[in-house]
């Protein structure tokens, strides 16, 4: 929950899940396909494994709009969820400067 509250703190959509599997979407249109949003999803990506934290794209056609798979379990400790928070927190800003503030508005 600490996670899913973070990251919907970010300005972040992560949907309705109700399991330990949290689907992260950078866009504002949570229907339709963003341009440029399968790119910023792979970036960011690679950007959070750069930092050690696992969370893969997950894009077309597997599903509609690009996202994070971010996978949580109860052995993950409050260091390492605040750790992942700053790392994407840190993370989306570099994307805002290279898209000129188009991943997400704050």
Do not use: W
């Not at 396909?33 to 750069?50: N, P």
């Amino acid at each position: 929950k600490k996670l899913i509250k973070g990251i919907s703190d970010l300005g972040l959509f992560i949907g309705s899940t109700k399991t330990h599997i949290i689907p992260l979407m950078l866009c504002a249109d949570k229907i339709h396909y963003c341009q440029e949003e399968e790119r910023k999803i792979i970036m960011l990506s690679q950007m959070l494994i750069d930092n050690g934290y696992y969370a893969p794209p997950i894009t077309k056609p597997a599903v509609q709009v690009p996202r994070l798979r971010i996978s949580v379990s109860t052995k993950h400790t409050d260091t390492q969820i605040n750790g992942l928070l700053n790392s994407l927190t840190h993370n989306i800003q570099l994307l805002n400067k290279q898209f000129n503030n188009e991943v997400y508005n704050d």
